[in-house]
């Protein structure tokens, strides 16, 4: 297996991101969690997000997490949905996200003459490309990689917070088990414990 094939995938790597400590990590507690999702059903309407930023929302989060062969999309899962309610939740959010939708919106219509969900998929690439990586974004593209990289956690969050991104982890958890009859020979052996 090559070093390319053995790299995470988007999904992956964010899985990893989401598995972690998510109360802390992303101050999102799990009643909070369990609540959205409670409160997605049929026509959501949303009670924080405009309609336009409802759809950037959308455009935004599948294509963090876009639908593939192993599960649905952010979008399937209610992502857009949690993050509305948390906006309603937690006031303290409201103001970096709206913003953030804003600098999106500034952005493509300064460098493309239209907003982020009428964009084509090239033009979203080129900017997202230029805010997702930290390290590498110009000092002037801060606010953007602030908000992106917000955002992308929230996704995660969202996303493997829900039935479907719990099934996508595969997560054997909460699963009773009738009998424990110690860790498996193999996993001692591979931490070397055997």
């Not at 390319?4 to 990590?25: M, T």
């Not at 999309?73 to 939740?89: H, Q, V, Y």
Request: charged residues 25%; glycine residues 8%.
């Amino acid at each position: 297996m090559t070093q390319r094939e053995r790299a995470l995938s988007r999904r992956e790597a964010l899985a990893l991101l989401a598995v972690g400590p998510i109360a802390s990590a992303f101050a999102c507690n799990g009643v909070d969690a369990a609540r959205a999702q409670r409160a997605i059903g049929g026509d959501y309407q949303p009670t924080f997000f405009t309609a336009d930023e409802y759809e950037t929302v959308r455009a935004l989060v599948d294509i963090l997490i876009p639908r593939d062969e192993r599960s649905g999309s952010a979008t399937d899962a209610g992502t857009p949905e949690f993050m509305d309610f948390l906006m309603t939740d937690q006031p303290e959010r409201q103001l970096p996200m709206r913003g953030g939708l804003a600098w999106i919106d500034a952005e493509c219509l300064a460098r493309f003459d239209h907003g982020f969900v009428d964009c084509e998929p090239s033009e979203r690439e080129a900017l997202l490309d230029e805010i997702a990586y930290p390290d590498r974004a110009a000092p002037e593209l801060s606010h953007g990689v602030e908000f992106f990289s917000g955002f992308r956690n929230l996704t995660a969050t969202g996303f493997f917070s829900s039935k479907m991104g719990v099934e996508d982890l595969q997560y054997l958890g909460n699963e009773v088990v009738p009998e424990w009859t110690g860790c498996p020979g193999e996993a001692l052996e591979k931490l070397g414990l055997a």
